[in-house]
């Protein structure tokens, strides 16, 4: 099972290409046994690979980045006094359904919920229901960011 922060062909990770500062992708390919991940700029033309093994994660940064590479991501935006970010449209989507659910349902059961679903390691402010209206402006930012 994929994450959301794993790249697919069909859903890459986007992120500023580090040579010109441009709209590139990091997409993750399987060749028999091996995984290759590949940071790639349509724009300039830059092309990196490496077998993807070992990845370092810095989400909770206030610049998040890939995991594979350190690029920044490209969809990010300032929201409610934090960054809002997305690794690609799957993962803006999740985002975007989470915040405009009317019902939250949560385990009352605190120890078995705790970090056992993406929403648990959502940030407070992203749940909290008086940043839904800012949340949602951004994350319409986002998604322009992403069709563009």
Do not use: M
Not at 29 to 36: A, L, V
């Amino acid at each position: 099972r994929l994450s959301i922060s794993t790249p697919t062909n069909d859903d890459p990770t986007l992120v500023v290409c580090p040579k010109c500062q441009s709209r590139a992708a990091v997409t993750l390919y399987s060749d028999g046994d091996k995984n290759e991940v590949r940071l790639s700029c349509p724009s300039c033309g830059y092309n990196l690979a490496k077998i993807a093994e070992e990845r370092t994660f810095y989400w909770g940064a206030e610049n998040p980045t890939d995991s594979y590479f350190g690029a920044d991501l490209l969809l990010q935006t300032d929201c409610a006094g934090h960054s809002l970010w997305a690794f690609n449209k799957r993962h803006l989507e999740y985002l975007e359904d989470f915040v405009s659910a009317k019902n939250i349902q949560r385990n009352p059961n605190n120890e078995t919920w705790r970090n056992s679903s993406l929403a648990s390691c959502l940030p407070k402010w992203l749940k909290s229901a008086k940043n839904r209206e800012q949340i949602l402006k951004a994350i319409e930012i986002l998604k322009d960011k992403c069709n563009a």
